[in-house]
């Protein structure tokens, strides 16, 4: 029930700016759209969320396009330690109204010397 | 330090054991949720609460049971282990879940259970 469409896997030099795609064609006016990331086998991390307006933080910035049905992550200047799986997820519906995030398989982001 | 902790980090059970997975968070969250993750695959759903004494299943609850007493824990039974349960079980908690929600999750560093 994945409602949203990476690549699987990216390259990036270390140093350079991390630009990670994500489709979310699906998603309605009101939904946001999380980022989140995987180290090895650690537990998801928390990277940024956005509804319409582009949002930066100390680790990222989030672009969404006007139409909402992509966005962009950007890591400014990856460096080895962002190695990681890169999750774009929008909330799923469950019974009454409890949604879930759901996780697919993301984004593995390489960053190389 | 305010977070998910999950106990244990690690377990090995023969086939037909049966264990408690132990999920506790301090920040207040209603919802709470637990999600196993196999080799190449994402994070799949297997129960959730949104407060306590909720419960619901999720994608894959087979084999798996959940009770919500506090609303500081939600524990994980496996009650007959099979080898199809080797897995990464992590524990999320949320301040909310709803639909239109801007909550994120808070993850624990994940139990690695082996089922012999």
């Known amino acids: 029930d994945a409602k949203t469409t990476q690549p699987p896997s990216m390259d990036c030099a270390e140093g350079r700016a991390a630009n990670l795609p994500c489709n979310h064609s699906?998603?309605?006016?009101?939904?946001?759209v999380y980022w989140y990331r995987q180290i090895h086998s650690q537990g998801p991390q928390y990277i940024i969320h956005?509804?319409?307006n582009n949002e930066t933080n100390e680790m990222a910035s989030l672009i969404i396009t006007e139409d909402r049905k992509s966005s962009t992550l950007i890591l400014p200047h990856a460096t080895l330690r962002d190695t990681a799986v890169y999750y774009c997820i929008v909330r799923v519906p469950l019974t009454g109204t409890a949604s879930k995030l759901t996780f697919g398989t993301g984004t593995r982001l390489q960053v190389t010397l | 330090n305010a977070g998910v902790t999950q106990t244990p980090k690690f377990q090995v059970l023969k086939t037909g054991q049966s264990m408690t997975l132990q999920c506790a968070q301090d920040m207040n969250h209603e919802y709470m949720s637990w999600y196993r993750q196999d080799p190449g695959m994402g994070l799949r759903l297997i129960h959730y609460?949104?407060?306590?004494?909720?419960?619901d299943q999720g994608e894959v609850p087979n084999g798996y049971n959940v009770s919500r007493s506090t609303t500081e824990d939600f524990p994980l039974r496996l009650l007959s282990a099979a080898p199809s349960q080797t897995s990464v079980y992590f524990c999320?908690?949320?301040?909310?879940?709803?639909?239109?929600?801007?909550?994120?999750?808070?993850f624990g560093s994940g139990t690695r259970l082996t089922v012999v």
């Open positions: 699906t998603i309605s006016g009101n939904e946001y």
């Open positions: 609460s949104v407060g306590a004494g909720i419960t």
């Open positions: 999320a908690s949320s301040y909310s879940q709803t639909l239109l929600d801007n909550y994120g999750y808070t």
């Open positions: 956005g509804l319409k």
